[in-house]
């Protein structure tokens, strides 16, 4: 593999020990995209606190496109005075004084996706301002980078940002277009396996040579790509659109597979404007829990039929979470039978053998404790909804 190839040349340096469970944070560019200055993210952090979400994991707050100024006549890169006259080190310094991280943007390419100065040519320079500042996260994106190698792109930047000591999480945006998850294990910490996201849970948004994505077209997106990740190196799907638009079961349904999926759990919604719904969805300590799982592995599909889908991830310890996902626009019935089902991971050997062993099951949603695994489970889903559990092996 090519991860393999750049490992042994001894071309990737890559910071231990960072995003060893999948990254959780904030980016503004769902909400606010180029429309962004120090006080929105100010905001964004103060809100992360007071909403309970850094309670509960999240950590990042990731200032998205459109933050440049110019560079000055050395090459090095400047904030946008007029958006951010305090400068980008006392932005970082309150965000730390919270106890967060500040994570910012950059491209490829000649220039990033919203015209501003990409970091082609400058990678060093770069790295060496956002180490100056005290940044902690990077999202690097792939706009205006005709016949460049994105393999030699990602781990010049890669290398840059380990030449300053100071550990920055790496996220690559190329898309998933040069399929990353077979080169990008040395070189980053996630890499997005799709196109853009946005807050549809079933649809496709065409813009004519690309498309935006609804939930479960990107969830769909994601068959075949579990084996490539764990911690250390995600699968991204993009950042989420819980509190965007969606229904309030869309918005759980949507939380709930990326966790499942062990996406990183980046939030795009507007922190100042949370109903208590979106709140309790983006702060629920159970389902977080599946998504940081030590043990690192995704969650497999286990079976699809008419619309319901059951899937499994196996977690430490022995637990699994289980999810029925109903994708469809009517109830649907559940009828589990646990003793009768052989579930095996397609990629790594867990298995939950029901005949053996008797689970404890937990309700991740209603927070409250169920019959065992030696009851068949009778129950419903609403529609674009899930029913989501954790399963405990009973001493």
């Not at 992360?48 to 110019?70: L, P, Q, T």
Request: hydrophobic residues 35%; aromatic residues 12%.
């Amino acid at each position: 593999m090519l991860t393999v190839f750049c490992a042994q040349l001894g071309i990737c340096q890559k910071f231990e020990n960072l995003a060893q469970t999948p990254p959780m944070g904030w980016n503004s560019w769902n909400t606010f995209a180029c429309d962004i200055n120090e006080d929105v993210i100010k905001k964004a952090a103060d809100n992360m606190v007071s909403s309970g979400m850094k309670a509960v994991g999240y950590e990042y707050i990731v200032i998205d496109d459109c933050w440049h100024g110019e560079r000055d006549e050395q090459g090095f890169i400047h904030e946008d005075k007029a958006k951010f006259p305090s400068g980008m080190k006392a932005l970082a310094d309150y965000v730390h004084s919270k106890g967060l991280k500040l994570g910012i943007y950059s491209d490829a390419g000649i220039k990033t996706c919203g015209g501003k100065p990409g970091s082609r040519g400058y990678e060093y320079q770069d790295a060496l301002m956002y180490a100056k500042w005290g940044i902690d996260y990077l999202k690097y994106d792939w706009c205006s980078t005709e016949n460049i190698n994105p393999i030699g792109a990602y781990t010049t930047m890669s290398n840059a940002l380990y030449k300053t000591g100071r550990p920055i999480v790496l996220s690559i945006c190329e898309w998933g277009d040069n399929k990353p998850w077979e080169w990008a294990e040395d070189i980053g910490y996630l890499w997005r396996t799709t196109g853009d996201i946005y807050n549809c849970f079933d649809c496709e948004e065409n813009h004519g040579d690309w498309s935006s994505w609804g939930v479960l077209q990107i969830l769909d997106m994601q068959e075949g790509l579990r084996k490539y990740a764990g911690p250390g190196h995600w699968n991204d799907p993009d950042m989420m659109e819980v509190g965007n638009g969606m229904s309030t079961s869309e918005d759980r349904a949507h939380f709930t597979m990326w966790a499942m999926i062990a996406a990183p759990l980046i939030a795009g919604n507007n922190l100042s404007d949370m109903s208590q719904e979106t709140i309790d969805i983006l702060t629920n300590k159970e389902m977080i829990a599946i998504n940081q799982d030590t043990l690192g592995v995704q969650g497999f599909k286990y079976k699809a039929e008419n619309g319901l889908e059951t899937w499994f991830k196996p977690l430490k310890n022995g637990d699994w979470a289980v999810t029925f996902l109903n994708r469809g626009a009517e109830e649907m019935d559940i009828n589990f039978d646990w003793k009768k089902e052989s579930v095996k991971d397609p990629d790594f050997e867990y298995n939950a053998d029901f005949v053996k062993n008797e689970y404890k099951i937990r309700d991740l949603w209603e927070h409250k404790n169920l019959k065992n695994t030696n009851k068949v489970l009778k129950t419903k889903v609403k529609p674009h909804d899930v029913l989501s559990l954790r399963l405990s092996i009973n001493e």
